[in-house]
């Protein structure tokens, strides 16, 4: 069976779409798009039948690259208002742990410890005993009688879930599973150092700024403060006096993160709100643009200071504006050198504001290698389609070039 997996990210800003197939042990980008939303604020749906239409323009998008529409998906969900519990379970087994033993061992720790009103998102085993009272994360094939796990448990409230849910059905697609934005963050930038390690993910989006804490790679605390990047549009908007579409291309496609990078003979014209023509230079409109994200990284710092008093030893940051040039200039100096931007390298997905998206793909693969269960969410229906439908695109560029060879032949020699 062939891993392929869809993981899609509905946020504030941008609907996000990630394709991915597991080929040796790595993660190849089938197909991708960002579509802006509509009907989403600060994480929550707003207005279901505007988030419904971006949803569906975003599965369009994927339907014109793939062939084929999507119906099933792993999804984030916002964790805003969100409760993290450690609980814990044991189970007996028939004396070799295996995946069906993880599965049952981890419904029991999650048995009567879900609040009133509130939802399962995750269930994300910390640490499995063994007889011997040693510890370890990768309990199958062991031979024990009984298995105790200690597992962190994350809940939402159910009314944000059901809205979130509620729109994907109407969207025609199954949601195989759903977890935090900050926790695909989190398994996008994983390293041996970051399960090993205490450290912080920044998600700084458009409309509010994620913190998250994680202790050798489980979350144990997450803050969500209304402050994004929707603001820098917003002081660029009053002080040049342009709609909230052109300020988002100047900030988007003019300005930097830092003024030590700008260049003041970098003069670009536009359009203000009333139609007349006004001009900007690059330096002017950086330092707009590195006031706000000055605060909004103290902002963070402080939020890191409330969550832990314990020391940390590393600080990511994610989100589209960090792909500003200067923008990990500017977080050393607020943050330390500690700190380092994510920088997705990945071919089809080259963007931070990707990271949830392809990140609970990789969550979700670890969690089903866990239970020991093989899963693809495109079947080889689907997969058949989409082979005819890239050979289709190979033959069509294929005469395409060779139209265009004989073209230049013909011209040529028809000149002489």
């Not at 509130?118 to 094939?141: A, R």
């Amino acid at each position: 069976m062939r891993n392929i997996y869809t993981g899609i990210d509905l946020g504030s800003d941008n609907i996000k779409i990630v394709v991915a197939e597991l080929v040796k042990d790595k993660f190849h980008v089938l197909a991708s798009t960002s579509v802006r939303s509509v009907g989403i604020r600060n994480g929550l749906v707003v207005d279901h039948d505007m988030a419904l239409k971006s949803l569906n323009l975003a599965v369009d998008e994927i339907r014109k690259v793939l062939g084929i529409t999507i119906d099933r998906a792993i999804i984030t969900v916002p964790s805003n208002n969100r409760m993290l519990k450690v609980v814990s379970g044991t189970i007996d087994t028939n004396g070799v742990v295996n995946g069906k033993d993880i599965v049952s061992v981890l419904q029991m720790a999650a048995t009567g410890q879900i609040d009133e009103g509130y939802e399962l998102v995750s269930i994300i085993p910390i640490m499995f005993n063994t007889e011997d009272n040693k510890y370890t994360k990768e309990p199958i094939g062991l031979t024990m009688d009984k298995l105790t796990v200690k597992a962190l448990l994350a809940t939402a409230p159910k009314e944000q879930i059901y809205d979130y849910l509620q729109v994907f059905r109407h969207a025609g697609i199954d949601v195989e599973d759903l977890t935090f934005n900050c926790i695909g963050d989190y398994y996008e930038a994983r390293s041996k150092e970051t399960d090993e390690e205490l450290g912080a993910i920044i998600n700084i989006g458009q409309d509010k700024t994620d913190v998250s804490i994680f202790n050798k790679g489980i979350l144990i605390k997450n803050s969500v403060f209304n402050l994004g990047s929707r603001f820098i549009d917003s002081d660029i908007s009053y002080i040049y006096g342009t709609d909230s579409n052109t300020s988002r291309e100047l900030k988007d496609k003019f300005s930097l993160a830092s003024r030590r990078y700008a260049d003041i003979n970098e003069v670009l014209e536009f359009d203000n709100e009333d139609g007349e023509k006004k001009s900007i230079n690059q330096y002017e409109i950086t330092e707009v643009v590195e006031a706000r994200i000055v605060e909004l990284l103290k902002l963070a710092k402080k939020e890191i200071n409330d969550l832990t008093k314990r020391k940390i030893s590393y600080i990511i940051i994610t989100g589209g504006i960090t792909e500003l040039m200067g923008f990990s200039y500017v977080a050393e100096n607020i943050l330390g050198m500690n700190v380092t931007t994510l920088n997705i390298t990945t071919m089809g997905i080259r963007s931070n504001k990707f990271s949830s998206a392809i990140g609970i793909i990789k969550y979700f693969h670890s969690k089903m290698k866990l239970r020991e269960k093989n899963v693809t969410l495109i079947d080889d229906e689907k997969i058949r389609e989409i082979e005819q439908n890239k050979q289709s695109m190979l033959d069509l560029t294929e005469d395409t070039f060779i139209s265009k060879i004989f073209g230049y032949f013909a011209d040529n020699q028809g000149g002489k």
